[in-house]
């Protein structure tokens, strides 16, 4: 599209998450107008890192805003697998992409601040939640909780798991449980039992469980996170240092006694759920972006990263095609088949062994999912 055409679009994005600012940061960049719509009264992230893959900040290089993501993050160099008691299987340099060989370790309370910090003043509305969409074909109608209703050429859907968007437009399907649960927090390094050696992202797995230590260098801390399989589905289930202690049990020591020695109000307790493929993302004035289109489990710790990947295809979509219909076809074809191969590879995160284990003598869909 002329870029005096794409000016004149006026985009509403729905959810300031990783890949609702990330749209936002790459339509505007476009000259688009752009405002985000965001539920929640203040931004805030769960305590736990991620990972930012090269092709990741490889984006934010094209966008002008590498220094504000590498600013607070460190760069890895590689990412190991070990087994619960410390016995290297694997260690892989993390696949890069063109001169960027480094993955950024992010907390995820300092990655939201700084994507939202480089957007223009103004273009995120706190406290918009989205309750209705009437898509009237080439713009569409949003209204928000208290009757507000505003007027878009494009509406991104960037909501989330839960997406409303996709809801009303694309699928009424429920989220799937994945059979596992993720404890996460984050703890100074000095408490880490001396498990922090380098800057570098370790996953330990035992049977049915998996530890990752993600060292945060530049805040002196690492995320500990706790990914395990358990039958409870409940979205925020109670787990007591007990549970948590069970569940490392028969780790290195070090990893046990983290657990033991952490303040369990800081821990971060969810039960895991990804959602089925979705047939179609786009209608010609509506689009689903980052986990409204594709929320994966983290086994391949790709959910973000994709969501952000989502924001710049779609600019460069823009930017391509003829028309906005034109684009969010050109978009979908581009980000789909991606997206559904890491949908489905992240769904294998543990064995058929594991999961009888913990679910005998059954196989709930959720534990094993359909390919
Ligand atoms: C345990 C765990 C570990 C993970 N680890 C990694 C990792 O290492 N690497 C990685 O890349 N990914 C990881 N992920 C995945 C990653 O967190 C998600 O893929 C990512 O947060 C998706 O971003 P998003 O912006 O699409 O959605 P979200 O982050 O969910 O943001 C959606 C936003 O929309 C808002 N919203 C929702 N509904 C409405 C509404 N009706 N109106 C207005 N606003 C609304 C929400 O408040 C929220 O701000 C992990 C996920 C989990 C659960």
């Given at each position: 599209m002329q870029l005096s055409e794409i000016k004149n679009l006026k985009i509403a994005v729905v959810g300031a998450g990783y890949g609702g600012a990330a749209a936002a940061k790459a339509l505007s960049l476009l000259g688009a107008q752009v405002d985000v719509y965001e539920q929640a009264s203040r931004i805030g992230e769960v305590g736990a890192g991620i990972g930012l893959r090269p092709s990741t900040m490889n984006r934010f290089r094209a966008w002008g805003i590498f220094d504000a993501i590498a600013g607070v993050s460190s760069p890895s160099d590689y990412f190991e697998i070990l087994s619960?008691?410390?016995?290297?299987i694997m260690k892989e340099a993390w696949p890069a992409a063109g001169e960027q060989a480094h993955t950024h370790l992010i907390h995820r309370g300092d990655f939201i601040d700084a994507l939202l910090g480089v957007?223009?003043?103004?273009m995120v509305h706190l406290g918009h939640r989205l309750e209705s969409l009437q898509d009237r074909g080439d713009r569409s109608v949003l209204t928000f909780a208290g009757g507000k209703a505003v007027e878009a050429d494009l509406v991104v859907?960037?909501?989330?798991?839960?997406?409303v968007v996709r809801r009303q437009l694309f699928s009424e399907r429920d989220p799937v449980f994945s059979g596992e649960h993720a404890y996460r927090t984050v703890i100074p390094v000095d408490a880490a039992h001396g498990m922090v050696v380098d800057d570098n992202l370790r996953m330990y797995i035992g049977r049915g469980t998996k530890i990752y230590l993600l060292p945060l260098r530049h805040r002196g801390q690492v995320s500990f996170d706790v990914t395990a399989l358990n039958?409870?589905?409940?979205?925020?289930p109670r787990v007591t240092r007990d549970d948590l202690l069970a569940t490392v049990a028969g780790f290195d020591e070090r990893l046990v006694n983290i657990a033991r020695d952490l303040?369990?109000?800081?821990v971060n307790v969810r039960a895991v759920y990804d959602i089925d493929p979705v047939d179609t993302w786009h209608t010609d004035s509506v689009v689903l972006v980052g986990d409204a289109a594709h929320s994966m489990l983290h086994h391949q710790g790709q959910g973000a990263n994709s969501a952000i990947e989502d924001g710049g295809a779609l600019a460069d979509a823009l930017r391509d095609a003829d028309s906005v219909k034109e684009a969010l076809a050109l978009y979908q074809a581009t980000r789909k088949p991606v997206t559904d191969e890491l949908q489905r590879i992240s769904?294998?995160?543990?064995?058929e062994e594991e999961i009888s284990d913990v679910f005998p003598g059954q196989k709930p869909a959720a534990a094993a999912p359909k390919e």
């Open positions: 619960a008691t410390g016995d290297p957007l223009p003043e103004g859907g960037a909501d989330g798991i839960k997406s039958p409870d589905g409940t979205w925020a303040d369990m109000d800081t769904r294998q995160g543990w064995t």
